[in-house]
């Protein structure tokens, strides 16, 4: 017999939210330090991309951070939700746009990174964390009305995805010596985070949003 799932209160659903924000920063502050970090030495657009992906993640997340903070005023959350769902789609197109505009000129330098085994290791990693985080709070977004917090697990999902890609590109320039498979991984994570952008730019509230 399947035991029933509980809908948390409001409440819980801002607790659990708070906590898997928190994790989130702190995984992304260590990823992005050690992608960029990785990124320099190899000469990976990819990885940089990546790292930089991480510092995107941590000011949406810190957007969400504000907008959860403003539950203790009370009332209609309407306002704050619809500020920082804009403010995520703004941090996603910055994304976008630096790194297709490093990809390409990676591709017309024909720059060849060197094998990072610490920057594949860091992606499998990602590969298994963030997905988790990103459902976390991705289910608890409906229960507080809040389209920043759904906003907000899309960019962790990305993020996973990203790793995904990143994974598969620096794999194939260590296996196979394929140099443009890192920038052209790069312009996929683009293109993940241009729609992205377009999409949280354009969602609509859900419901229950006023009733902070």
Known sequence: ???PVTTPSRAEALRRVRRYNHLTIGWNVVEGVVAIGAGV??????LIAFGL????????????AWRLAQERRGGCMDRYDRR?????AACFAVLAAYVAFEAVGQLLDR????????GMALAAVSVVVMP???????QLGPVLGSQAVVSESRQTELC???????????GLNATLGWWWADPVAALALAGFATREAVGTWRAEGLEDTCCG
């Open 84 to 88: 920082a769902t804009k403010l995520i």
């Open 160 to 170: 996973a995805w990203l790793s995904a890609v990143l994974l598969v590109g620096l």
């Open 41 to 46: 030495v190899a000469g990976s657009i990819g």
């Open 111 to 118: 720059q060849a990174p060197d094998v990072s085994v610490v």
């Open 1 to 3: 017999m399947t035991t």
């Open 53 to 64: 992906d991480s510092a995107v993640e941590v000011s949406t997340s810190l957007v969400l």
């Open 132 to 138: 988790l985080l990103a459902r976390a709070k991705k």
